[in-house]
């Protein structure tokens, strides 16, 4: 059987600077990442209501996308794109956050349902399979005083940055390995990922993630 490669990765998120440092936005923050790690072919350019790019890994062409519809009506967004580009829902990577997950730790899988998160539903809705690979990233629990709604759009703390910018870094990583070596590889690679000790100095690039 030859390994599931994603071509088309998808990270989840709200468009706009308000949002721009949230929880909610670990999945166009992974994006963010893969683009600065060069080999991106071209710019940002507008279609299928998403902010689409091209990148080159492993002799592969992959596209990497950001829907401008806002979170919870992701679907409608990559529907169109899945359709556009010709990609099956297998060959997707959907990048999201998860609640009951702690920030430091990563989760890939074949596919599943949504676990409550709207963003995915909406596409599960949209393209009327639950079969679609995805990558889900750690941003743990909120307190008990604060709704979910609060906690996913609130921006991380000081102290989390370091161990954000850690994470999202390992997400890219973990994006890559699942293009590049398949899914299975990614999966038995970043499923067992905790996060080090990381040193407590916050950078400036911390520092532009939760401004």
């Known amino acids: 059987m030859e390994p599931l490669l994603p071509q088309l990765m998808v990270g989840l998120g709200n468009p706009g600077a308000r949002y721009a440092g949230t929880r909610h936005n670990v999945g166009f923050l992974t994006i963010d990442r893969l683009l600065t790690g060069g080999g991106a072919e071209d710019g940002e350019v507008h279609r299928c209501d ?30 169109k794109l899945q359709r556009a580009l010709e990609v099956s829902p297998r060959e997707l990577l959907i990048i999201y956050d998860d609640l009951d997950l702690p920030l430091g730790r990563l989760r890939l899988r074949r596919q599943g349902g949504s676990a409550g998160h709207k963003g995915m539903q909406s596409i599960i809705d949209e393209l009327g399979t639950e079969r679609i690979p995805r990558l889900r990233i750690g941003i743990g629990r909120q307190q008990p ?11 991380w703390a000081e102290d989390e940055l370091a161990a954000v910018q850690a994470t999202i870094g390992a997400a890219a990583e973990a994006v890559l390995c699942a293009a590049r070596r398949g899914l299975t590889v990614a999966m038995d690679t970043y499923n067992r990922w905790r996060l080090a000790d990381v040193t407590p100095q916050v950078t400036q690039t911390d520092r532009e993630i939760g401004h």
């Open 50 to 79: 998403c902010w689409l790019y091209r990148l080159r890994a492993a002799g592969r062409q992959l596209y990497l996308a950001k829907p401008q519809t806002f979170m919870n009506l992701s679907g409608a967004a990559v529907g």
């Open 145 to 155: 005083e604060n709704s979910v709604v609060e906690h996913v759009l609130s921006d």
